[in-house]
């Protein structure tokens, strides 16, 4: 049980409650070590019972593995990737390792992949992604949450990301993403 964060439930409870009905976005938790952002996600995956849920989190040493973060989170949908259009499969399986590399500046590709996979997923039931630590995330993963992020809107989507204070260039400056500061008790 958590004490002392009402608030902050209150408003990720908003955000399951539009995913349970279609509509989606994200949420960073911002705030030092310690204030308690891997709880509040913790307590966040308990409540969300009548969602599909995915987790992933950071790792310091993985921070320069392009889309290490990215395989995290879509490895338990890889059997859907069979049904992205081509370009996003093949994009998507080169980024994640699973096919011939991703050429060089294609990136774009993948993150619609990304994207379109989560939008699969949720067309079963509404999606939950919460990714800890996302300041140890590799920057492709960042780039391609940013894109994610700023896409959704009714696909039944929740993505909560929880950071340090150090700044996170990609999510930092990613639209669609409400920044929520998270304080110590």
Known sequence: MLIGRAAERDR????????RVGRSGAVLLIGEPGAGKTALLKATVEAATDLQVVQASGFEMEADLPF???????????DDMATLPAPQAEALSGALGFGPPLPPGDRFTAYVGALT????VAERGPLLATI????????ATLD?????????SAEGIAIIMATRDEPT??????????????DGL
Request: no cysteine.
């Open 144 to 152: 391609a949450l940013a894109f994610i992020a700023h896409r959704i």
């Open 117 to 120: 996979l989560f939008s699969i």
């Open 132 to 139: 800890d630590d996302a300041h140890w995330l590799d920057p």
């Open 169 to 182: 260039a990609a999510i930092e400056h990613g639209r669609g993403i409400e920044r929520l500061r998270i």
């Open 68 to 78: 290490a973060g990215l395989d995290a989170l879509l490895r338990p949908f890889t």
């Open 12 to 19: 990720i409870e908003q955000l399951l409650d539009g995913a």
